[in-house]
């Protein structure tokens, strides 16, 4: 495939995503409806549908037929952020906008031992966005990151219980950050909160790797592992300082800033359980390596800001390693449908911010299958997420945030 075709695929995908991260940081988990109804417990070795590819390569060998699904997610959330410094009381509604996150997957054997398998779907992606004229426009504004995941692998029946998957990755990311003068309109004469102050944008490629194992103790009963690595995506785009007081330039200068963004690695442990022909459970728990994320750094040779020479943009993050438990079960109900439920624990990943109010979430989920044939079945899930109230500091100002998350998707899934 070339690059150039990968290129407009992806491009699409893009286009028809409005990025978000509902889970901790930036993580965006929405990569099946069967996975949504169960909160995306036992990920890594329930493997219903193609949409395992997303999470454990390895389990690909299970698929005696060529399948494939296709998912579409929305995402409506309801974040709202308040303002409580001394005399500068401000409240921002909803700073989170709506998003659609599609995703497909492909399997197809190749013999009794190998199959191989490519999955699209999106793995990261943040978007908030403030009024234009909120105080601390230098923080808040609008900030985007979308990155879309094109992601080939093979498994490998290695024993009677071991199967070994590997995949590539390429990842196409598109970045976008407007901030606004906000209180620093008042150091200039005739200008308003709501005019800009600086803006970058910008897209690139990036490369990564995953690798992944299903045991299987019986036919009943199988765990899943998986690994996939950190990616860095390396922006060559626009820094333009609207009004010369960010970064030491000309105002309307605009230049090629160089900025690195860190999609951080995640392994995942995964157990299912069938319990008896009509019920199973399943679990996950999900690692993400989010100390490797320590800041937001745009650079050219000609700008000097305040942060040091060659330094257009510089915000510092506080982030570490977090953790996502989840539980779920899944009930035969007869041979056309089949109900689930699941419960998770997604741990905070950083420390909250305006372009990025983190905090613990707890997920609530339910969803179905109904199998229209042997070879044509339909997923639907809903999930409510449910995020702590929380109060975080930023330039030395004080804000209160609250928030919870609807999440819809539905899916279809085809064996050839």
Partial sequence: MSQKFLKTAIAITVACTSSLAWSAGYQVSEHSASGLGR?????????????????????????????????ISFIDPNVDVSHTGPSREQS?????????????YYISPINDQFSWGVALFTGYGVATDYPDDFNQGSSAGDTSLVSVTFNPSVAWQATEQWSLGVGLSAVYGIAELNRHLGLNARLLPGASASDK????????????????????????????????????????????DHRGLAAGLPAGTTLTGKLEAVLPATFEFSGFHQVDPQWAVHYSVLWTEWSQF??????????????????????????????????????????DWIVRAGFAFDEQAGKATLS?????????????????????????????????????????????????????????????
């Fill in 92 to 104: 921002a509604k909803d700073v989170a906008p709506y998003a659609i996150v599609p995703a497909s």
């Fill in 356 to 416: 990025i109010p983190d905090t613990d979430r707890y997920w609530y989920s339910i969803g179905a299958t109904y199998q229209y044939n042997s070879d044509l079945s339909f997923d639907a899930g809903f999930t409510l997420i449910d995020s702590q109230s929380g109060t975080f500091t930023e330039d030395g100002e004080t804000f209160d945030s609250s928030g919870n998350a609807l999440v819809y998707a539905m899916q279809a899934n085809y064996t050839f």
């Fill in 294 to 335: 320590k800041e937001l750094r745009a650079t050219n040779p000609q700008c000097n800001s305040s942060d040091g020479a060659g330094i257009c943009f510089l915000k510092e993050e506080h982030y570490e390693n977090a953790l996502r438990w989840s539980l779920g079960v899944t009930h035969n109900l007869n041979d």
């Fill in 197 to 240: 102050l600086i803006t970058m944008e910008g897209d690139t490629f990036g490369f990564g790797w995953n690798i992944g194992a299903l045991y299987a103790l019986d036919d009943k009963n199988r765990f899943g592992f998986a690994y996939r690595s950190e990616v860095t995506l390396d922006f060559d785009g626009d820094f333009t």
């Fill in 39 to 71: 909160a995306f417990a036992g990920e890594a070795a329930v493997a219903d549908n193609a949409s395992v590819l997303a999470r454990n390569p390895a389990a690909g060998i299970l698929f005696e037929r060529a399948t494939t699904s296709g998912v």
